[in-house]
């Protein structure tokens, strides 16, 4: 049976926030990002960990948002897209996706830059294989990968600055 | 509510004639008959507005029953005007200019390409221009957005528009001006006097669109119908046009502020499941709704053959969903499996399959060839599954939904629950993805029954598993050809029967004197749909792997044979040989002739042309014959379609269509038996990933004196079913059989044994 909690209590985007407690704590971080805290620019995209729309910031490394419960992401540090900028000043990758114009329909975009910031608090001098295993487990229907490839090395560029 | 009829899926919706490649199956809903309005100008502020008057070229953008449609709306004018007057344009009081379309953003780039139209022919910055995108109450009905259509009608009739506004604030200003209206130019929103020759006490030389229109004659002359002969500036002129462009909304892509039709959340709403059946053709025999209806604030609907549930939240709606299935009995037909699709596909062909009218051509040839090649059903698989929020207020429905087609699911709402069309909205947010997938509305009205059922507003997102199985398919293709050559090495005859997926491209654009070409239905066991480019991918690739067999039996390069067949000074021969060129065709071919220690390389080239446009590719890929597996290492594309109005855009495009091409080509392949969909999911449903992009070297030739045609699917279907790949793999296994259309089958293709060695079947 599931386990209920009294609160869940969450830190998104460097404030606390409660979900709906009447719940389980197996509920996906997503849903309750989405439905409970309207953050809506994380994305569904399958639900199984296969496309990375739904990438998330826990402790500052890249997690699929729709398989990690509440329970999981309790007292850890989430940041979702929402969060990625620092005021009105956008993170390297954001950027550097919005300048190369690195999407069609955009809907990948946000687990994309999540993936790209993570890898770029790792590195900022990533090689084209890092960069690929960073973002081969992201799917983009629109397949427009050369100009998601050339984002992240632009944001890495920005980075070093 | 009621529902008259069980939910087929068998029914094709009545397309517009312009518009009858378009494969739509809707799926019937109906639920029986079940509104303030909303107004045009407490949106958009008071203002002058310019509509789409029938016979005029802006009208005849849209199709016929949508141009119908138009004229129950009527003129334009100042404020008070009725609700849709089909208003293209809006210049409000302060200023503000809205371009109105009823077409949709998908990640084409159509909200970019018709700003960039608009801001061209109004002479004013892009960042200044608001456009309104496919809400029915508002904007004109431009037709679905498919087939690529916006570049070669939209574009052409929004510009035509906004010339006519233009002229309408020339003229203005030269009254207001008392000069001719050849001292007159536009610019940077504003009319100004050449040489600051504004006369008789005019006090400006220039004076803005917004003060323009506040003058007493403004009203009056924007009700006149955009003129036949309005002159749109040349492309020589263009200053906006042809330029890359930045994507308007491209701030609210990179910060998640967009909110995509699965983003919208309204007050007090609810979300939605829906039950579907265990297997393709299953029918509901009982169901106890009682547990269901037990969770917790769980609104529980049975409508026939539809159940569903909506909850507070989605957790809440899954688990009602899970009480459903465990309840519900069903009765299951059989259903052919993937296995043995295409034996199934030839031999309901209707009508019998039709014999080659050139058999004696065949029989007294120098050299006769015959194939068959298999194309399997695949998914458009947009990375926003199909969702919709609903909403039922003093008996009006609005809709946020993702479709290509908002007027007529607009239409098909009003069916199934029996309202005037008057009393439904719908409003598509630029959406994650379609591909020609999303044409049509059951999620729309499913989510419309909950909402009606639940009193409160409902969303509903469709799951990855659902999308993959209930929405519509590419159909699967059966292609035969035969073909005669002299000995010469000339095609003396040629036969193509295209079986079950449709006739886009099915005409060969090679000089042959006798030809027949036939597209010939089947009784497809699944729902089809359009997909980006239609079957034109599955005939290009048959028709180019067979010109490789026509080429390898005259001995001649699978280059000059292919020029032999076209007129020099075409586009398609153009093309080709441009991409040819760069890819270093000849040298790469003689090089990839010798082996490499476990792995082959091969190349291969293909070409076509569909909508107006001319693509060619060139390929190489390597061959792991231990680990039957392939690798494309470089494709070189060339694409031609007119006059590029947008090339950032455009070069996105044809660089994505490649990609996605290669899915198909490689690996896609939808597998199914006993009626259920065996890899529903993206771990077995394996779509291109960035460590599939080979090295890509595209290019676009420009051509200012033709006009433009649309771009978001030919560039395909020289990749996808992979005439290029496909015909490289076969040339670096030494395979010159014929059965490797289907990506299961290509991956067990025999290796070696020269010219005469068979592919092997599964």
Redesign the interface.
Same mark, same amino acid.
């Given at each position: 049976m599931p386990r209920f909690n009294a609160v869940i209590t969450l830190r998104v985007n460097d404030q606390d926030v409660a979900v709906n407690s009447d719940l389980p704590a197996e509920r996906s971080l997503l849903e309750a990002l989405r439905e409970d805290l309207h953050l809506t620019g994380t994305k569904y995209g399958c639900g199984e960990a296969q496309c990375g729309a739904c990438t998330v910031l826990i402790d500052g490394k890249p997690a699929f948002s729709c398989v990690t419960t509440l329970a999981q992401a309790q007292g850890k540090s989430i940041t979702t897209i929402e969060g990625l900028a620092k005021g009105e000043v956008l993170h390297p990758a954001q950027r550097a996706f919005a300048d190369a114009e690195a999407f069609q329909c955009g809907y990948c975009s946000s687990g994309m830059i999540m993936a790209a910031a993570a890898l770029l608090s790792r590195t900022t001098t990533p090689s084209d294989d890092e960069i690929v295993e960073a973002m081969d487990g992201h799917i983009c229907r629109c397949c427009g990968y050369a100009r998601i490839k050339q984002a992240v090395k632009d944001a890495a560029g920005l980075a070093r600055t | 509510m009621r529902l008259d009829e069980d939910i087929t899926t068998d029914s094709i919706a009545e397309s517009h004639d312009d518009d009858a490649s378009q494969v739509i199956e809707s799926v019937a809903f109906d639920f029986g008959p079940g509104v303030s309005r909303r107004s045009f100008v407490q949106l958009l502020g008071a203002g002058i507005v310019i509509s789409m008057t029938a016979g005029s070229p802006a009208a005849e953008a849209a199709p016929p029953a949508s141009r119908e449609g138009q004229r129950r709306g009527g003129g334009g004018g100042r404020g008070g005007a009725p609700i849709n007057l089909g208003a293209r344009i809006h210049i409000a009081d302060d200023g503000t200019i809205t371009i109105l379309t009823g077409k949709v953003e998908?990640? !084409?780039?159509a909200r970019q390409q018709l700003t960039q139209a608009a801001a061209e022919e109004l002479r004013i910055a892009p960042e200044h221009l608001r456009m309104i995108m496919a809400d029915t109450d508002l904007v004109p009905d431009d037709g679905g957005t498919y087939g690529s259509q916006t570049t070669p009608r939209t574009v052409p009739a929004v510009r035509q528009a906004c010339a006519a506004a233009r002229d309408l604030l020339i003229a203005l200003a030269a009254e207001t001006w008392k000069m001719e209206r050849g001292g007159i130019e536009v610019r940077d929103g504003a009319a100004v006097a050449i040489n600051g020759a504004a006369g008789n006490g005019a006090t400006s030389q220039s004076l803005a669109y917004s003060a323009l229109i506040k003058a007493d004659r403004a009203s009056e002359a924007f009700k006149q119908a955009v003129p036949r002969d309005v002159q749109v500036f040349a492309v020589r002129e263009w200053k906006v046009l042809g330029t890359p462009m930045? #994507?308007p909304n #491209?701030?609210d892509? @990179?910060?998640?502020?967009?909110?995509?039709p699965? /983003?919208i959340?309204l007050p007090g709403m609810l979300?939605g499941k829906i039950l579907r059946p265990p297997a393709f053709g299953a029918k509901l025999a009982s169901i106890d709704l009682a547990p269901a209806q037990r969770q917790?604030d769980a609104v529980v609907v049975r409508d026939q053959s539809f159940v569903g549930v909506a909850a507070t939240?989605?957790?809440?709606a899954k688990q009602a969903l899970a009480e459903l299935e465990k309840a519900a009995q069903w009765e299951t037909p059989p259903h052919p499996s993937s296995s043995e699709i295409f034996e199934y596909l030839r031999q309901n062909a209707q009508g019998g399959i039709p014999a080659n009218p050139h058999s004696d051509l065949m029989a007294s040839a120098a050299k006769s060839l015959k194939a068959k090649y298999d194309i399997a059903y695949v998914q458009?698989?947009?990375?926003?599954?199909r969702t919709a929020t609903a909403q039922w207020s003093d008996g009006k429905l609005t809709v946020w939904t993702a479709t290509q087609r908002p007027f007529d699911v607009r239409r098909e709402l009003a069916n199934a629950f029996r309202i005037p069309e008057e009393r439904v909205q719908v409003i598509i947010p /630029?959406?994650?993805?379609g591909?020609g997938g999303k044409h049509t509305g059951e999620c729309a009205i499913e989510a419309s029954r909950l909402a009606q059922a639940a009193g409160k507003p409902v969303g509903l #997102?469709w799951? #990855?598993a659902e999308e993959f199985t209930w929405a519509a398919f590419r159909p699967a293709a059966a292609i035969d050809v035969e073909a005669s050559l002299d000995d010469q090495g000339r095609i003396t005859s040629w036969h193509f029967i295209n079986i079950n997926s449709g006739q886009s491209s099915i005409a060969s654009p090679y000089n042959i004197e006798n030809k027949h070409s036939q597209y010939v239905e089947s009784a497809p066991p699944l729902r089809h749909s359009s997909y980006r480019a239609l079957a034109a991918t599955a005939n290009t690739f048959a028709r180019e792997c067979f010109m490789d067999e026509l080429a390898h039996a005259a001995g001649i390069d699978p280059l000059g044979f292919r020029r032999q067949h076209l007129d020099a000074g075409s586009r398609l021969r153009g093309a080709l040989e441009d991409a040819a060129v760069r890819f270093k065709w000849s040298e790469r071919r003689a090089a990839n002739a010798e082996t490499e220690a476990g792995e082959r390389h091969g190349v291969g080239l293909a070409c076509g042309m569909e909508k107006g446009s001319f693509v060619a590719a060139c390929a190489e890929v390597a061959v792991d014959v231990a680990q039957k597996s392939i690798r494309v290492l470089r494709i070189t594309q060339t694409f031609d379609c007119g006059a590029i109005t947008s090339p950032?855009n455009l070069m996105? !495009?044809v !660089?994505?269509?490649? @990609?996605?091409g290669l899915g198909p080509a490689l690996r896609e392949e939808m597998i199914f038996k006993d009626g259920k969909m065996l890899n529903a999911?993206?771990?077995s449903y394996t779509?291109?990933?960035?460590?599939d @992009?080979p090295e890509?070297d595209v290019h676009l030739l420009d051509r200012p004196d033709v006009p433009s045609a649309g771009a978001g699917e030919t560039p395909l279907i020289a990749v996808r079913r992979p005439s290029a790949t496909r015909s490289s793999m076969r040339r670096a296994c030494a395979c010159a059989a014929c059965r490797c259309g289907w990506p299961s089958k290509l991956q067990v293709i025999a290796i070696g044994g020269g010219d005469n060695s068979v592919a092997a079947g599964k």
């Open positions: - | 998908g990640g !084409q780039g930045p #994507r #491209r701030h892509l @990179v910060t998640g502020a967009h909110h995509y699965s /983003d959340i979300y917790k939240t989605t957790w809440q458009h698989a947009p990375m926003e599954p /630029d959406f994650g993805g591909f #997102r799951t #990855r950032r996105s !495009q !660089q994505g269509a490649i @990609v996605m999911a993206f771990k779509v291109p990933r960035m460590s @992009v890509m």
